[in-house]
C-alpha cells in the first residue's frame, strides 16, 4: 500500500511516497520562517500551501498514484483564516515565537497555565489583531489543520489530538475542547477544529491527483514514536534534529502529572483511535543539531557536519574537556532558560579534534538527561531506545550516545521515521495492519550499536551546574 505522507516541518517541506516500510520517492522544498525581530517567528501560510500541493503532487505523479495521504506536522503553530475566502491572515506564528511570554505569564499569575510554543495564546493574539470584536467568520488551526484544508479544498476543518494537545486548549482528559480556557481567552468556539482520531478517513485530497482519501493526521514526534514501531507501553525513541525530543510510549493511561512534571517532562497524546487515546512522555532538548550549526556557521571549525566524524573519531577521547550544549538554555530536566553554553577544561594541548568530541559527549549527555527522567515519569525502564534524525546519520556520536545511555541504539531503517509513522496510521485505517502488535513485530532496524564504554556522568553534572543561571532574570522564568 503507497502513502503519500506530507511532512510540513519548520524550516523545510517533504513529501514521500512509502508502504511504511521504505521511502519509494522524495521531495523536499526549503521553508525557512521569517524572523523580522529576534523571538518572533513568522511563516506565509499561502506559501506553504503551494509547497504542499507541489511536492505531493509531484511524488504521486512520479510513482502513477496512491491509496491514502497522510499529514504530519511541526507543533504548536497558529494559522488563521477566513472561512469563506480560504484566504489566510497574515502573520501565521510559528511555534517557536516568543511574542506572548508576557501574556503567559500574566496567565499564570491568574491560575491559567500556558506555554508559549502552544498554540493558544498565539490564536488570541491573532485574533485581538484582526478580529477584536470576535464577529469575523474565521477558522484557527495548527498546521495539520491548515494542510488539511488546503487539500481538502475547504472540505475539512479538523486536527487530531496530538496536536490538539499542543495547543493548550484541550481538556486534561483529552477528549475536546476546554470550555474554561476558551472563556478565559475570548475564544470563539466557532473557529476551532473539529478533533478526529488520528487513524482514519476524514474527507478526499480533491486538490491531489486522483483524490486520495486522506487518512491519517498527526504530530511529527509522534509520528517518529510510531514510525520507529513504538506503540507498546515502555517503546520509546530518540529523534534529533534541531533540538531532540525523546519519546515513550505508555499506553491508554494517562501520566499522573497534569503539565510538566518536576524532572521536566510532559505528557503527550501519542495517537487515538475509535476515540481512544495511547498516552506518552516526552522530554526534550533545546540544543541538538544546532551545536553542529554553530561549529559550522559560527565558529567556523567544520566545513560541514560530516568532518565532525572525521575529527571527533581522530581522537580517543576529549582529553578532559566538557562542554554543555546550552545556547538557548536548558530543558528537560532542568528548564533554566537562563543557562548558557560551557566550555570547561581547556588546555594548552586541546585540539579541534577534542573539542568537537566534546560538542558530540555534550549532547549525548543531555540524551542520557532526558532518559533518566522520561524512565521516572512513565515508570518504565527503557533497555533501548531507537534512533532517527540527521544525527543518526554520524557513527561516531551513535557510539558516543550508546555510550551516555549504557544501552543499546538502534537505528531507524530510514533517517527520518515522521514519513513511517504517519504512513502506519493511514494504512492502519485502510485495514493494511491487522493490530498494534503487528506493526509492533515490523520493527527493523538498519543497524544496532551496543555500549563500549562509559562517560563521566559527575563530570557533567558538575559542569552542567557551572552552566545553569548565567541569565538569572531569565532563569527565574518558568512555564
Known amino acids: 500500500m503507497n502513502i503519500c505522507v506530507i511532512d510540513v516541518g519548520t524550516s523545510s517541506i517533504r513529501s514521500a511516497v512509502t508502504d511504511g516500510h521504505r521511502v519509494i520517492c522524495f521531495r523536499q522544498r526549503r521553508t525557512p520562517p521569517r524572523m523580522p525581530e529576534p523571538g518572533l517567528v513568522e511563516f506565509d501560510a499561502s ?64 491560575g491559567l497555565r500556558l506555554v508559549p510554543n502552544e498554540s493558544a495564546t498565539k490564536l488570541a493574539y491573532l485574533l485581538d489583531l484582526h478580529d477584536p470584536d470576535r464577529t469575523r467568520d474565521l477558522c484557527f488551526g495548527t498546521v495539520d489543520t491548515w494542510t488539511v484544508w488546503c487539500l481538502s479544498q475547504g472540505a475539512a476543518h479538523v ?80 529523534t534529533f534534529g534541531t533540538g531532540a525530543f525523546l519519546d515513550v510510549c505508555t499506553g491508554a493511561e494517562r501520566p499522573a502529572f497534569e503539565n510538566r512534571s518536576p524532572r521536566g517532562t510532559f505528557p503527550i497524546v ?27 556557521d559560527d565558529v567556523g571549525l567544520l566545513t560541514d557536519a560530516a568532518q565532525s566524524m572525521e575529527l571527533a573519531g581522530s ?33 594548552g594541548g586541546t585540539t579541534a579534534a577534542h573539542l568537537v568530541r566534546a560538542v558530540l559527549e555534550g549532547v549525548a549527555h543531555r540524551a542520557a538527561d532526558l532518559m533518566e527522567a522520561a524512565e521516572a515519569d512513565s515508570d518504565c525502564r527503557l533497555e533501548r531506545l531507537r534512533m532517527d534524525g540527521g544525527m543518526s546519520q554520524n557513527p561516531v556520536f551513535i557510539q558516543i550516545l550508546a555510550d551516555a545511555l549504557g544501552r543499546p541504539v538502534e537505528l531507524c531503517p530510514v533517517p527520518e521515521g515522521t514519513a513511517l509513522g504517519a504512513a502506519v496510521l493511514a494504512g492502519r485505517a485502510l485495514g493494511q495492519w491487522s ?25 557533567w553534572h558538575e559542569a552542567v551546574n557551572r552552566a545553569a543561571r548565567w541569565h538569572p532574570d531569565l532563569s527565574a522564568i518558568s512555564f
Open 47 to 110: 506559501d506553504m500551501a503551494e509547497v504542499v500541493l507541489q511536492t505531493a503532487t509531484e511524488v504521486i505523479d512520479e510513482v502513477g498514484g496512491v491509496d491514502a495521504v497522510a499529514v504530519t506536522n511541526q507543533r504548536g503553530s497558529a494559522v488563521v483564516w477566513d472561512r469563506r475566502t480560504g484566504e489566510p491572515l497574515e502573520p501565521a506564528i510559528g511555534w517557536q515565537d516568543l511574542r506572548t511570554v508576557g501574556d503567559c505569564l500574566a496567565w499564570q499569575d491568574r
Open 435 to 459: 493490530s498494534w502488535q503487528e506493526v509492533a513485530d515490523s520493527w527493523s532496524p538498519r543497524a544496532v550499536i551496543e555500549p563500549a564504554g562509559t562517560l563521566d556522568r559527575d563530570r
Open 159 to 238: 486536527i487530531d489530538p496530538s496536536n490538539a494537545a499542543m495547543s493548550g486548549m484541550l481538556t486534561a482528559d483529552g477528549r475536546g475542547w476546554s470550555e474554561a480556557v476558551i472563556d478565559l481567552l475570548a475564544i470563539p468556539p466557532t473557529c476551532l477544529p473539529e478533533i478526529v482520531d488520528s487513524t482514519g478517513v476524514v474527507g478526499n485530497a480533491t486538490a491531489l491527483p486522483g483524490a486520495p482519501p486522506i487518512a491519517g493526521i498527526i504530530g511529527d514526534q509522534q509520528s517518529s514514536l510510531i514510525g520507529q514501531r513504538c506503540v507498546l507501553k515502555g517503546l520509546a525513541k530518540l
Open 270 to 296: 501519542a495517537w487515538q483511535e475509535g476515540g481512544d487515546l495511547v498516552w506518552g512522555v516526552e522530554a526534550m532538548m533545546i540544543a541538538a543539531g544546532s551545536n553542529m550549526s554553530w561549529l559550522i
Open 315 to 347: 581522537v580517543a577521547d576529549t582529553g578532559g574537556v566538557v562542554y554543555v550544549p546550552a545556547l538557548f538554555g536548558l530543558g528537560t530536566p532542568h528548564w533554566d532558560f537562563g543557562a548558557r553554553g560551557a566550555i570547561l577544561g581547556i588546555t
